[in-house]
Every structure is written in structure tokens, then in C-alpha cells.
């Protein structure tokens, strides 16, 4: 029997999709969810750059003095578990977590921010016989959205510099990620652009022209599966363009000041806090990608992500000039425009989940594409490291309160249960209950499997 799905395509994009496109989609949709589901929604909390892993969730006092991070170790709510003193309104919350600290990619590779995005993304090493396509993509496309109105993969708000490294593959058009834009959604003027039928196009004329669409297909073709496929994709688009929930599911006006306010009411914080509407909603995967944007407040913060290549710890901006390790346009990690906003918004998101009750069935992964290195270089910055560096997940059956593997006295490399992006895949397709013995098909017929070459992360289980 095949699954019920419910396609969708990018803003005013449906009419362009190609018969091939439509065909393949028809014969993936025939493989969905065949095994049971702990989680029905995924929430990726994507902190693009390398966020440095011995900063934050991973604390390694007794590094040599001259490397240590400065951020001392303080207790959680899990006794015998801690966290670096960044991480104090995480530190709250860590009965919820399940902290993975073996994260690492085999030999240090792909140690870059595009492939390393991508890798994260997708769940695959880049550079293979066949380009993966995101996982939120290959979830739509196996599951759909539990929302009619509403994509079933969204990015927010999808505009950082690796935003780009999001993949399509050989899924079909109604798979591609669909991105919120927006420099600063604190802005009380933000909305999701070309949501909404264009000017002088009211709902009447609108209708005609579903009409007109209709007829073309009975022209065509007698009644078939592609056509009901393409019926069904123009319905969805449809009920985009013109459901006013649509429009409202983006709008953080209808939140109580008090809810924004725990979040934090800058970009980063509404960035989290618009996950959780999407979650509510019922979109099927959403990845938040987030940095802070500049404003007077942060003079020179231009880049405000995680590649802290030089004065990781200055307590303002990293400087503005080209003259050192890279490390320019950000500020230092342990600045509110960084670590601040990031641990108060992340706390917050776990806890308003849990406190609706979406935490039991919403899978929240807090990821990044690799760590940094465990000595300084001679800018008093930390450069990029895929030899160990950490994750954390909560919710849909994750048990909380757990750490899961280690990496060395300096935090340099793995030294107990490594984990993979691939095994972080194979983790959310199986907590999403999807069968990964089933492959889905490229256009020449070619099978992939899902997470080939990963296994699950049994602790999350």
C-alpha cells in the first residue's frame, strides 16, 4: 500500500516541475514509514561554523594550562554530568539531554565548512557516485507533512554562507527545502516573502486557474496515478498560497511577550522559537541555521558564526580586517551575540517543547559540522577539528541525563563509542520509523539505500 504523502513545492515553483521529477516521486512514495515510530517530527538545531566542543558541552579541565579553555566546569541537573560555565541555562535542562561527545569524521576529513555543512546536512560524505540529498528532503519525501498548509521541510531562516550546501539530489523538485529568509526575525516587520497569492490576483481568479489546470489534465490524459500525483502537488501549492493559517504559522506577533522574552528576543532566539511553531504545526523536519546579525550594538560583526579562528576568547569583536587566521566579523564565544543567545534559546526551546507536550514526539538534535582544536594557534583562536567534537539530542524516546562516549584528556580525538554524521542519519530515519532496508530510486533506477554506511546511536534508544 502506498503511504499517504503530501508533496509540496517551493512558493510559486509548482507549475515548473517536470514529468520525470513527478514519476520518480511515484515510485520512492511506494517505501515509507514501515517500522515503528518514536518520533513524528524532527527539530535540527544547525550552528553553523564549528562550534568549539571544549568551550561548551564538552569541558576538559585538565588540559595543559595554556590550552585550557577558560570556561570552568560547572554541575547540572544531572548529578555527576557537566558542562562548561557557558552552558549555564543548558545546564538546567541536562535531565533532557543525551550529549554525544565522540562525534568525528574518519581520518579528520572533511574538515571544510561547505562539505562539512553538507556532510551534516545529509548525513553522507560528499563526493560520492550519487549526490545525497538533505535527510529533511528524503523525509518529506518519505513521510510527507503532518500539516496541509505548510511544507514539509523548512529552513530557518536559511540564508547563513553554507545555507547553500542544502541538497536536493535526485528527489523530485517538491523535496527541496523551503527557506524562510529574513537578516533579523526580531524585526517586528519580518515575514516569509511570496507567501501569499500575487497583487491582483484575488482567490477568485485564483480558482479559475486551478480551474483552467484541471481541464488541461482531463485533456491530456484519461485518469492515471501521475496525474492524480500532479493534482495532488498543485493542491498542496494551492493551500500555500492560499490558506491564511500559512502566513500566520511565521508569525511571532502571536506569541506572549513573555514566551518571546525566555527565548531571547534577538534573531537567534525568535530563529528557535519559529522551530517550535513549525514543530506545533506539524511540519514533518525543520532545520533552524542561525547566527546573529549586525546591528549597532555589534559594531564589526559581520560573520557571527562559530570559526573562531582567531581570539576565541576576546570579549568583544574578533576585528573586522583579514589579517590573521580568518577569524574576522565574529565576536568572542563567550559573548551574548554567540554562546549567550545560543545557551538561553536552546535551554528555552527544550523546555517550552516539553512543557507542551511535543517534546515526547519531536526529535531535537543540536548539531554542527566538527569542533575545534584542542591547543590555541599563534592568533589565540582554535581552528577546525573533525577528530572529535560533540552533538546533543533530546525527546521521541532519547533517554536524558547521559553522556555517550569521551573524547581524550585535551579533547582532541575520540577515545570511547565514535560516532559518525552517517550514524546521526541512520538515528533519525530510524527514530522516524523509516525502514532504511528499502532503498529510494534515482531517475535511472539506480537504488540508495538510506545511511548505507551508518548504525544507530543504540543510547538513544
Known sequence: MIPQRSNRLQRRSFLGIGLAGGLTAIANATFGATR??????????????????????????????????????ISTSVPGIQLTSLCKHTATIADKLAIVRSMYHKGGAINGHPDGTQYALSGAAPGGPVEMPDMGGVVSHRLGTRCAYLPPYIMVP?????????????LPAST????????DLSDPNWKVPNLGLLTGVDAGRFANRQDLLSNLDIA?????????????????????LTNPAASRAFNLAEEPDVIREQYGTGHRGQCYLLGRRLIERGVRFVTVDVREPQTDATPGGFNMNWDHHDLIYTEASCGTIRNKAGGEGRYGIGHWVMMGSTDRAFAALISDLDQRGLLDETLVCFMT????????????????????????????????????????????????RPYLPEDVAATIYEKLGIDRSRPLFTPSNRPVFLADHGRRIEELF
Open 36 to 73: 515503528a515510530a518514536r518520533a513524528k517530527n524532527v527539530l535540527v538545531i544547525y550552528e553553523q561554523g564549528g562550534l568549539s566542543h571544549i568551550d561548551t558541552f564538552d569541558p576538559k579541565p585538565e588540559a595543559p594550562i595554556d590550552q585550557r579553555s577558560p570556561f570552568t566546569p
Open 158 to 170: 536559511g540564508n547563513h554562507e553554507q545555507a547553500a550546501q542544502t541538497r536536493q539530489g535526485f
Open 176 to 183: 527541496k527545502v523551503f527557506k524562510t529568509g529574513g537578516r
Open 220 to 240: 491530456v490524459a484519461t485518469p492515471s496515478t501521475p496525474i492524480e500525483s500532479f493534482q495532488s502537488l498543485r493542491d498542496q501549492a494551492a493551500e500555500i
Open 369 to 416: 559540522e566538527f569542533g575545534r582544536t584542542p591547543k590555541l594557534n599563534k592568533f589565540q583562536g582554535r581552528d577546525h577539528w573533525a577528530y572529535g567534537y560533540s552533538h546533543a539530542f533530546a525527546g521521541a524516546g532519547v533517554s536524558g541525563g547521559q553522556v555517550i562516549g569521551r573524547t581524550d584528556r585535551d579533547g582532541g580525538y575520540v577515545a570511547d
